[in-house]
């Protein structure tokens, strides 16, 4: 996963928050989340920015009907989890999204780790060998850990008023530091490529990370789950401001400071219902397609 694209490491903070991409410009953040290898239903997604009256264009597509950053340094683009697995085409949205790691500038394309990503960095830990996460090689996990060690996939990212991360947390938690311990046990798994008891090696970087690796004990979306599994039922109302996605939803939900945006899959097969999440210092809004086709935005205040 993310093994054919080159572009250099983001080291912090340009890996944690976008304060670091700040000091010229003030980007919006547009964030999609739980694309799982539906390359069609994320592009429409992508391109409906971009009809939006207020907003540029963040992609462009090729004759091929490939995409390509449009977004100057304009725009960062959070993938907030979950590229892979459910779909068809897991392959081509990992090349999309490496495609416009390359062209977008430098930190401008962010991937948070969802639990399907886990499926790669720990895959002795789940039964998923019928989907793409489950059956990569050896060699393709290297290439996806070293895209973590090079901060180009995160446990999470600070925008302005709130942090990106696949499923959250109900209490608070420093960017920073799980970034950390996501490449601290990516190091780890790293290390233990071709280990005879992969199992035990996994469960190790699990129990020593618990709020990035962990799938919880009750069940694996449970109360306790780590901030790539927690169901967003188990979300109170004073949780601290996050957009997740992880938990399907017909339209983006807020509950307290908490928006939930995985709306993909559960609008795939109707007309309209696309979503994105976009930030500005100043607001946080739904821009999404209704199914007569109108693009539209709603606002969250806080």
């Given amino acids: 996963m993310l093994d054919s694209h080159d572009a250099d490491p983001v080291p912090p903070p340009e890996r944690d928050s976008v304060s670091a991409l700040t000091r010229d410009s003030e980007p919006t953040i ?39 950053w449009a977004g100057g340094e304009e725009y960062v683009l959070v993938f907030n989890g979950d590229l892979v697995d459910r779909g068809p085409q897991s392959e081509r949205v990992v090349k999309m999204v490496a495609r416009l790691i390359d062209e977008a500038p430098h930190g401008h394309v962010r991937v948070t780790v969802g639990n399907h990503e886990m499926g790669v960095l720990t895959p002795a830990l789940y039964n998923w060998s019928d989907w793409y996460s489950g059956t990569r090689s050896e060699d393709e996990r290297r290439a996806f850990i070293e895209q973590v060690l090079d901060g180009h996939v995160v446990a999470a990212y600070d925008g302005y008023n709130t942090t990106y991360v696949h499923a959250g947390q109900p209490e608070s938690f420093d960017v920073e530091t799980v970034n950390e311990q996501l490449a601290a046990g990516a190091q780890q798994l790293l290390d233990e490529l071709g280990s005879p008891d992969p199992f035990d090696r996994q469960r190790e970087v699990v129990d020593q990370y618990p709020r990035v690796f962990d799938y919880g004990s009750e069940t694996s979306r449970g109360p306790d789950a780590g901030l790539t599994w927690l169901d967003f039922e188990y979300m109170p109302e004073d949780a601290p401001p996050q957009v997740v996605g992880h938990t399907r939803q017909d339209a983006p939900i807020r509950r307290g400071s908490v ?28 821009v999404g397609r209704s199914p007569e086709g109108h693009v539209g935005e709603y606002s969250f205040s806080f």
Avoid at 30 to 48: K, R
Avoid at 260 to 286: D, F, S, W, Y
């Fill in 30 to 68: 547009v964030s999609i989340s739980d694309i799982h290898g539906f390359l069609g239903e994320a592009q429409n997604t992508l391109l409906m920015l971009g009809e939006h009256p207020h907003y540029d264009p963040i992609v462009e597509t090729d004759a091929a009907r490939r995409l390509h």
């Fill in 259 to 286: 928006i939930c945006q995985n709306v993909l899959r559960k609008n795939r097969r109707k007309e309209g219902g696309e979503a994105l999440i976009v930030e500005t210092p100043e607001k946080i809004a739904a």
